[in-house]
């Protein structure tokens, strides 16, 4: 057994044109050293291993040194974030993740597809694509998002009775058991290794490095084109 833990960023026409979704897989046989790692991370930087919503990591406060971590220095932080890399790469997790230029998208479709609904859909296609090279099965878990959630469990359980997705030669996702798990993000370490994964690659992937960026940039670029280089990452792109 597969699990895949995955999550977006929200998308701001100010920021960046790109949406980002997608995740960790991790197998099931590991998840007990692979918890265990996560906590000593989180040990060694709050002083507790406890989950709370003080204690919980997420890659732009942790990068920015905002809410639970203002006024921490900025090498503990980028230390933290450095720890959370080598995780991955030393555990070679693979990671899934889709990258949606919104205004491309919406510029060529008379009614474009709301972006986390294409989303999610282009993202499920690649955990059963993991799933058919694995020849497993897995389940999914996403960070709790009030409003996506009803439309993302119905879009599931709509895909698995049709037998495939709505994409063009969509395909499908009988290997993703039951449904969709959401839960608050303190509650799961491994929701939160996605979220500064994902964090990184939405950082990074939406523009190129430049001489003019300061010294943390250019940390948080190593960090993940180490775990491009270290880990197993495909990236869909779309349009």
Known sequence: MHLFYFDETKYDETQSPFFFIGGLI??????????????????????????TPQTEMHGKEIFQGKAHFKGRKLADRLK??????AFITSAKLPVRLVQIDVP??????????????????????RFCDFLDTANDSGLVFGDYEKDEITRAVLDFSQFK?????????GRPLGR????????????????????????????????????GDKFHEQRLRGLWEAIKAGADVRIQRWP
Do not use: W
């Open 26 to 51: 991790l197998r099931d046989a590991d998840l007990q050293s692979y918890e265990a790692t996560l906590s000593q991370i989180q040990q060694n930087f709050f002083g507790t291993g406890i989950l």
């Open 80 to 85: 933290l974030l450095e720890d959370i890399a």
């Open 104 to 125: 491309a998208h919406r510029n060529r479709y008379r009614f474009p597809q709301p972006e986390y609904q294409l989303g999610l859909m282009l993202i499920l296609e």
């Open 161 to 169: 009775l049709t037998g495939k997705t709505s994409m063009y030669g």
């Open 176 to 211: 993703l058991l039951d449904t969709i798990y959401f839960t608050h993000s303190h509650h799961s370490r491994f929701l939160q290794a996605a979220d500064v994964m994902l964090y990184m690659a939405c950082r990074c992937e939406s523009r190129s490095a430049s001489p």
